[in-house]
């Protein structure tokens, strides 16, 4: 069992930052592909990016490429998401996600999941 748990999320103003958390515990941290999702009110669960086991390699939702980033520590088993010039259309809860080995885009590859933080842009 992976426990995923994200922290960060809070109000903010359009063209700001955030720094998104997850914190994971459980099984061999290093192992695991880790991503971020996000769903607004009223649409589907959408993928913003994942990094995998090494932190080598990332991808990123097309939506979001260059303004978001996203790293891992492993020694903290920690994953983060750093969101710059953000906007409304950002507005969203955020899930922390990772499965074994593999990157993936679809949510429903990922069998491990946070409780969520919401995020919420103002303009």
């Known amino acids: 069992q992976v426990q995923l748990v994200e922290s960060g999320g809070r109000l903010v103003q359009a063209g700001g930052s955030l720094r998104l958390s997850c914190a994971a515990s459980g099984r061999t941290f290093s192992n695991y592909v880790m991503a971020w999702f996000r769903q607004a009110p009223g649409k589907e669960r959408e993928f913003v990016a994942s990094?995998?086991?090494?932190?080598?390699?990332?991808f990123s939702g097309n939506s979001v490429k260059a303004r978001f980033t996203i790293s891992r520590d492993n020694a903290k088993n920690m994953v983060y998401l750093q969101k710059n010039s953000l906007t409304p259309e950002d507005t969203a809860v955020y899930y922390c996600?990772?499965?074994?080995?593999?990157?993936?885009?679809?949510?429903?590859?990922?069998?491990?999941w946070g409780q969520g933080t919401q995020v919420t842009v103002s303009s």
């Open positions: 990094i995998n086991y090494s932190g080598r390699t990332t």
């Open positions: 996600a990772s499965r074994f080995l593999v990157t993936s885009m679809t949510w429903n590859d990922y069998g491990y």
